[in-house]
């Protein structure tokens, strides 16, 4: 059955429906919780700006302590027209300023705070930032929202009673003093204070301030109520992504719900809390000198875009303003290349026009570009399968799918198959779809697509649209989980990554990768990334693995240092490190391992911490194996990691001999520093070619 909706008024969404094939047929039911109409408003604006600004511009720290003198804070150049016109530019339609972070700094001379831009040299204590930012968005017709922390390291009162009514007339100062205020930023942050005090946040009484002064806010929070946080700063949504969450019983913060339900909703959530992606363009979330070089590059900024946007949240990338008071450079050229892209990719829409069929049934609503007319199952049936004809073969690499989310989000599962001539292929199988759900895949060419939905009600859709965009060639990664799971991947979508696992160099005919797979006992995983057909390609990427340590216990070892987990030491994350206490210049240190079972060895490798620093790396050590845990055999004696302190990097050592044992021992005999490092392991693994 065929519907349009027709008008959103009032903050009411009202269904005025028109069907094409029986007029007694009633327009689809809501189903489960549902958005306000200020909250589909913001999940239309999708994509915008994040602006870390502060004393931490100027003192090169994430997270100041409040006892930063408000001296340091005097931008020379501050431009907020700048930052608005950067922000439209690249196709952004909000910003959202850091008003007050967590040292208490204000950006408006606030009559509540003696730590504010009044009492810092810019502009002789008269400026205003967050007047000027909010009179600049107006200019360019960017929404305003503000971030304000009620965690306060600078603040008297922090940790009193007094303390929370002294927050809320922050607020009000800054909710009726800037115009219309469309999203208000809350993080769980809660530390103590200047008395050495925390504070326990009377969120109900914050929240009563926003909705009083600005009703049509969305409010962001781990647990919403307006928007949730996705869960993590890495830029992205989980490949199922509910709209919904439970939040009885939770709270901020420390009382959030665990990551990974942040990251993908709860299927039948009680309440509609949509999820926001934040994420920044840089290493850190304040402006560093060290890090101008370090900007995302555009294939992890279009990654970002197709994991976050293309997976049913919004996305608010971070851009701070620099110490002169302007975005730097490299950050908007960055951000117009992303642009330009993007603006490339959904130019020109493939599917406008075109006959979509369930069954024998037309639905034009689909295709005629619009959200606001929606095609909508018969009765109860919470299956569907549509049929996109293009008409001719058609060459594409998007796929863009859309729930008419004012009905509610519906979809739990779809598959999409492609007809190749002969037959339907499968393309992708995927979970949820939300507001905008959009697939990237290397380039196929067809004249059908077949999209079978299972839903939990019966599914509404809004738009099904196709496209070709410019390809665009990366790196491949390799990674192992702990358990032997290989996966590769590029930041771009678009590329065919082929790789080998016999030491030869990948081509177009070698094993296409599709899906994760099994190496448990290790091996050399060589990729390669093509597009244009292979004509152009990227650098042989080789990895090299051990044997998976999913089996594998600590039999005993050296004393760890506080806070140190032992199991570090082959957790499979190149990032963590186990370290050793300090056992003197002289001492030695030791790790021994249960593998889990006996098998053939042939070797054990050994990496070093590569924090850039070189002190707890073992130059100098003894290896044993062992086929009861007690009677050890000395494979390797009195042995030097050669250069290891030059050139601290993976080292790699085989026996003379395959020994059979089940458990390995290292005693490191010479470690650099030890006296004041102790000993570090990034991670042990044993070979067993």
């Not at 994430?62 to 431009?79: H, Q, Y």
């Not at 759900?437 to 019966?458: D, G, H, M, Q, S």
Request: net charge neutral; glycine share 8%.
């Amino acid at each position: 059955m065929n519907y349009i909706k027709k008008s959103l008024a009032l903050g009411v969404i009202t269904l005025i429906t028109t069907w094409h094939v029986n007029a007694q047929q009633a327009a689809p039911a809501p189903y489960g919780a549902l958005p306000s109409a200020d909250q589909v408003s913001w999940q239309k604006l999708g994509y915008y700006m994040f602006i870390h600004f502060g004393p931490n511009t100027f003192t090169d720290k994430e997270w100041g302590d409040g006892k930063e003198s408000p001296m340091v804070f005097n931008p020379t150049d501050l431009d907020a027209r700048q930052w608005a016109k950067t922000a439209k530019d690249a196709g952004m339609k909000a910003i959202i300023i850091t008003a007050k972070h967590h040292d208490g700094f204000c950006l408006w001379p606030s009559k509540y705070s003696t730590h504010t831009v009044r009492e810092s040299p810019w502009k002789g204590g008269k400026g205003d930032v967050l007047k000027d930012l909010s009179e600049a968005c107006k200019e360019y017709g960017l929404k305003f929202g503000v971030y304000l922390s009620p965690w306060d390291q600078n603040h008297p009162s922090y940790g009193t009673p007094e303390y929370n009514d002294i927050f809320a007339k922050t607020l009000e100062e800054v909710l009726t003093n800037y115009g219309d205020i469309y999203e208000m930023w809350f993080d769980g942050a809660n530390g103590e204070g200047p008395n050495g005090k925390k504070q326990v946040y009377h969120w109900p009484l914050f929240r009563s301030v926003v909705y009083k002064h600005q009703p049509h806010a969305v409010i962001f929070s781990d647990i919403g109520p307006g928007a949730r946080w996705i869960g993590n700063e890495s830029g992205f949504a989980g490949e199922t992504n509910w709209s919904t969450l439970n939040t009885d019983g939770f709270g901020m913060g420390k009382d959030a719900p665990k990551q990974a339900i942040l990251n993908s909703g709860d299927e039948n959530g009680k309440y509609w809390i949509p999820g926001e992606v934040d994420v920044s363009i840089r290493p850190g979330w304040f402006y560093s000198p060290d890090t101008d070089d370090k900007v995302k590059t555009l294939s992890q900024l279009l990654g970002i875009y197709y994991t976050s946007v293309g997976r049913n949240a919004n996305l608010l990338l971070n851009v701070p303003v620099s110490r002169t008071g302007k975005i730097h450079p490299t950050d908007s050229t960055r951000l117009m290349e992303l642009r330009a892209v993007v603006d490339a990719t959904f130019k020109t829409n493939l599917a406008k026009g075109k006959t979509v069929l369930i069954n024998t049934t037309r639905a034009p609503q689909l295709t005629d570009g619009n959200y606001d007319t929606y095609w909508g199952a018969e009765g109860n049936a919470k299956k569907a399968v549509l049929t996109l004809d293009l008409g001719i073969k058609t060459k594409l690499n998007r796929l863009l799918l859309q729930e008419y989310i004012p009905l509610g989000q519906r979809v739990r599962s779809f598959e999409v198959a492609y007809w190749n001539g002969q037959k339907y292929v499968a393309l992708v199988k995927q979970s949820t779809i939300g507001y905008k759900r959009i697939l990237a895949f290397p380039i196929i060419a067809t004249n059908k697509l077949r999209i079978t939905l299972e839903a939990n009600a019966a599914p509404v859709l809004s738009e099904i649209q196709v496209y070709l965009a410019p390809e665009m060639l990366d790196v491949p990664v390799i990674n192992r989980t702990k358990e032997g799971i290989v996966s590769i991947k590029t930041n771009s979508p678009d590329p065919i990554v082929t790789y080998t696992l016999d030491g030869s160099e990948p081509n177009m005919k070698s094993m296409r990768y599709n899906q994760p797979f099994e190496l448990t006992r290790g091996g050399t995983v060589k990729a390669k990334a093509f597009i244009n057909n292979g004509k152009d390609f990227s650098d042989v990427v080789i990895a090299d693995f051990d044997l998976s340590t999913a089996d594998w216990k600590v039999l005993h070892a050296s004393e760890s240092k506080k806070e140190s987990q032992i199991n570090r030491a082959f957790d499979g994350n190149g990032r963590t490190s186990w370290e050793a206490n300090s056992a003197g210049s002289t001492g030695i240190y030791e790790i021994a391992i249960d593998i889990g079972k006996e098998m053939e060895i042939a070797g054990f490798t050994y990496t070093p911490a590569n924090n850039g620093n070189t002190g707890g790396t073992v130059t100098k050590y003894n290896f044993y194996v062992s086929r009861n845990g007690k009677d050890w055999d000395r494979i390797l004696t009195d042995k030097v990691f050669g250069n290891i302190n030059n050139n601290p990097v993976k080292q790699q050592v085989m026996f003379p001999n395959k020994k059979q044992a089940r458990f390995i021992k290292l005693e490191a005999l010479a470690v650099i520093g030890a006296d004041q490092s102790g000993m570090k392991i990034n991670e042990i693994g044993v070979i067993v070619k």
